[in-house]
């Protein structure tokens, strides 16, 4: 693999990995219907509030999502919302799966 394609795998790595927590795969989830603050956040993820906070970080550092302060609050919002299209693409990969079992279970 050369020096470009490695990086290319690498930034994609990031992306990938920066997801790869339920909670995170939620917080995504629930901010594609809308930008909201770490404390509503907080309470439906039903974690504490540095556990939450932590889980937006690695997020924004990763480039998923934004942050953006309003008054006394920090409103979270996606900053690119074809990440999307990635669950769409992980529900088809669990969708085969499941149809492949069941073809052979008959």
Known sequence: MD?????KME???????AMAHPSRLFIVDELAK????VCKLTEMVGADMSTVSK???ILREAGII???????K???KLRVPCVLNFFSCVES???ANVNEQVEMLK
């Open 74 to 76: 920090v409103m979270y």
């Open 3 to 7: 020096e470009k394609t490695r990086m």
């Open 34 to 37: 809308g930008e909201l603050c």
């Open 66 to 72: 934004q942050s953006e302060k309003q008054g006394t």
């Open 93 to 95: 990969v669990i969708l």
């Open 11 to 17: 930034a994609r790595a990031r992306i990938v990995k």
């Open 55 to 57: 889980h937006l970080a």
